[in-house]
């Protein structure tokens, strides 16, 4: 158990839904970040919230948007969904406003399936 | 384009022997990570290297770093089947981290 808690675990939808995809951190984390894993685009930053607020931007799509509590979880909204959103969605967190300097620690992933 | 990239694609080899993946990127970075993922699993964080660092080792992982070619490889001696998973790199160039395709290992027991 990395400490970083994502649910669903598994999501199977259809076209045109939308769906939320929830993080919880690891405890003492304060950044979260969205990372979307497709067999032919390997694995896409989406977005990066610090301490409640948007940090960074990747390639997320307009019908995406994502959010951060206060109590530091983090939601993931997919809407209008196509067939192309098919992936393995993670998240993950880091103590302060670079992963990059210290390492991820990554949930387990929501594998969204879009029929 | 992709920042880091990994070499090989694919790796099949027997337990007990080493696997060497290597890592190129383009542009500078401060530091350079690799991570694990078991297949549909999250990944795990197993080694960090910062630019100013040529070498790491950690357990039965050794890390090297040459940011003159910018290139790192990753090597792990004494292969097990559990070692059976695809291993990324990632850089981190300051503004954000950029994760490479991965080296998809096989380790047949």
């Known amino acids: 158990d990395s400490g970083v808690t994502q649910t669903p675990k598994h999501l199977i939808t259809a076209t045109g839904q939308r769906v939320t995809l929830r993080c919880s951190p690891r405890?003492?984390?304060?950044?979260v970040y969205w990372y979307q894993q497709s067999l032919d685009q390997g694995l896409q930053f989406l977005i990066q919230?610090?301490?409640?607020?948007?940090?960074a931007k990747g390639n997320i799509l307009e019908r995406f948007s994502a959010q951060q509590f206060p109590d530091l979880h983090s939601e993931l909204n997919l809407s209008s969904l196509e067939l192309g959103d098919s992936a393995l969605y993670f998240c993950?967190?880091?103590?302060?406003?670079?992963?990059?300097?210290?390492?991820?620690?990554f949930g387990s992933g929501t594998r969204l399936t879009v029929v | 384009s992709q920042q880091g990239e990994e070499d090989p694609q694919a790796l099949s080899i027997q337990e007990g022997e080493n696997a060497t993946m290597n890592c190129s990127y383009k542009?500078?970075?401060?530091?350079l990570q690799w991570y694990r993922q078991n297949s549909g699993r999250g990944l795990v964080h197993l080694i960090l290297?910062?630019?100013?660092?040529r070498e790491k080792h950690s357990g039965r992982l050794r890390v090297t770093l040459d940011t003159s070619k910018k290139s790192s490889s990753l090597l792990i001696t004494a292969s097990r089947a559990a070692d059976t998973a695809s291993y990324f790199c990632?850089?981190?160039?300051?503004?954000?981290?950029?994760f490479g395709a991965g080296t998809r290992l096989f380790v047949k027991a």
């Open positions: 990632a850089t981190d160039g300051g503004f954000k981290t950029i």
């Open positions: 542009t500078s970075i401060n530091n």
């Open positions: 405890s003492g984390d304060l950044s």
């Open positions: 290297i910062r630019s100013n660092e």
């Open positions: 919230y610090y301490n409640g607020e948007e940090r």
């Open positions: 993950a967190s880091s103590v302060g406003n670079s992963g990059g300097a210290y390492g991820y620690t």
